[in-house]
């Protein structure tokens, strides 16, 4: 049976303009109709958009709960194990709810820390049911890593500055035995195997180029060429990362990247912060995308990354929001008027309006995360779709005002109303309808909070072990 959404405003996509008092039904997961000027007119407003993407995430619980915050990626993402998630089914659950709330029909888990209380094909199972129960598209990668855990070289200098105990536990917790690339593409293959489908996208994860050995990185680009899955994969992220990049990659980094036939349309990169025009002229060439996360940049002190740069000489643009949006509360709606705000122009000169951004960023985080559709709404097209409540973003009502143009300028998370998602409502109200988020993050904290007596040998260890990071970052990285 088809279903019908009534909406003052309707928004199919770039260069096609508002549709007023729209009928839209959907039957099946996918648009049957839109019917302009058939709704009644009166009650409350809405404005209905394509549903949003967070194209690059990774499904954890909020770093600054655990005391890793004011510092910079390469000493935060040793503090963030401090979040591990104790259980992998309700910390997944519980970010896809919030990204589901914020709008988002699709998401991607580049699933840096797993739990290690489960064998990694079961782990990845219970992310796809946490996906399944909230209702959201997602990517799944298993983020590898194959050499420097701690630092970008010879970690020894850091590990010998702490006593025994505090060194055991560093260890313990970050320095394993390498994956070896062959048992990464099994590993690959076998989620595959057991969780793809409609709904879930299986990339290939490299964490990035400091943390994977050129073996690992060769594996990679060779099995997405025989194979076709994409690749998702942070790139040139910090100061420190370009420093490593130039000292290991002297004919440079993304050159290196194209050689092996790791660029490509099938690769999406994260970050780029520190990517040189040239480099950005190459990434465009080849079809890949580069995700900008600005918030979480802004949060690590990582730097603006050149998107207005990238998008002129014609990469695709996709927006994450990386588990650090401004608030840390995943909203994707602010994390993209953030970006809009940032890049798009400089006095009368625009980088583009703030429809095509919107535009740009659902359609490249679609293909990003392997959903389908460009996200522009029209018959046969997918239902994935958003209501925002118009009353309240409109609220002074003095004159008519482009509602995108609105909420570039003033939208956030607690505008959404209604988040449509293959033709089933995932949130109504703003609320999430599928899962009991509260309850879950009420457990979540539980749970964490139970457990933190455990964690105690790695926070005597922090304080030491962050200076000498520190020194060794600043001893062995020279940023220019």
Not at 122 to 141: H, L
Request: charged residues 20%; hydrophobic residues 45%.
């Amino acid at each position: 049976m088809a279903t019908e959404v009534t909406a003052t405003s309707l928004f199919r996509g770039p260069g096609r303009g508002l549709a007023d008092n729209v009928v839209l039904r959907h039957e099946g997961g996918v648009i049957t109709a839109i019917e302009e000027g058939a709704a009644p007119s009166g009650g409350p407003r809405s404005l209905i958009i394509p549903a949003f993407v967070n194209a690059h995430d990774h499904a954890r619980p909020t770093a600054s709960s655990f005391g890793a915050l004011g510092m910079p990626l390469e000493s935060w993402i040793l503090r963030s194990a401090l979040g591990t998630p104790v259980d992998p089914y309700l910390t997944a659950v519980s970010a896809l709810a919030r990204s589901a709330r914020a709008g988002c029909a699709a998401m991607m888990v580049h699933y840096t820390r797993p739990s290690g209380t489960m064998p990694l094909v079961q782990e990845a199972r219970a992310i796809g049911k946490a996906a399944a129960d909230v209702g959201i598209r997602i990517a799944f990668a298993i983020a590898v890593r194959d050499q420097n855990p701690v630092v970008y070289g010879d970690g020894e200098p850091v590990l010998s500055s702490l006593s025994t105990d505090d060194r055991t536990t560093i260890e313990q917790m970050f320095v394993r035995a390498p994956m070896s690339p062959r048992d990464y593409i099994d590993l690959t293959d076998a989620i595959a195997a057991e969780i793809a489908g409609p709904r879930i996208d299986v990339q290939l994860g490299p964490a990035g180029v400091q943390w994977c050995s050129k073996a690992m990185l060769e594996a990679v680009a060779e099995n997405s060429a025989q194979t076709g899955r994409r690749i998702h994969m942070h790139l040139l992220e910090t100061v420190y990362q370009r420093a490593w990049a130039d000292q290991n990659y002297p004919q440079g980094i993304v050159r290196y990247l194209l050689d092996i036939g790791f660029l490509s349309e099938r690769l999406t990169l994260a970050h780029c912060i520190h990517a040189r025009p040239d480099e950005l002229e190459i990434i465009a060439a080849s079809g890949a995308r580069i995700v900008t996360n600005f918030s979480s940049n802004m949060h690590l002190r990582s730097g603006l990354a050149p998107i207005a740069a990238a998008h002129r000489c014609g990469c695709r643009i996709a927006v994450g929001v990386d588990g650090l949006a401004l608030d840390e509360d995943d909203d994707a709606l602010r994390e993209m008027r953030l970006v809009q705000m940032a890049h798009g122009g400089l006095g009368f000169q625009r980088t583009w309006t703030p429809a095509e951004f919107f535009g740009l960023a659902v359609r490249n985080g679609r293909n990003a995360t392997g959903a389908p559709g460009t996200g522009e709404l029209e018959p046969g097209a997918v239902a994935d779709f958003v209501s925002i409540d118009l009353d309240r973003l409109d609220r002074d009502r003095i004159m008519p005002v482009d509602p995108i143009d609105l909420l570039f300028a003033r939208g956030n998370a607690s505008f959404v109303r209604d988040v449509v998602v293959a033709g089933q409502t995932v949130v109504r109200g703003g609320r999430c309808i599928t899962v009991d988020l509260d309850k879950i993050e009420q457990e979540l904290r539980g749970i964490y909070r139970a457990s933190a007596e455990r964690l105690a040998p790695f926070q005597r260890a922090w304080p030491k072990l962050s200076d000498g990071v520190q020194r060794w970052f600043e001893t062995h990285m020279q940023c220019s």
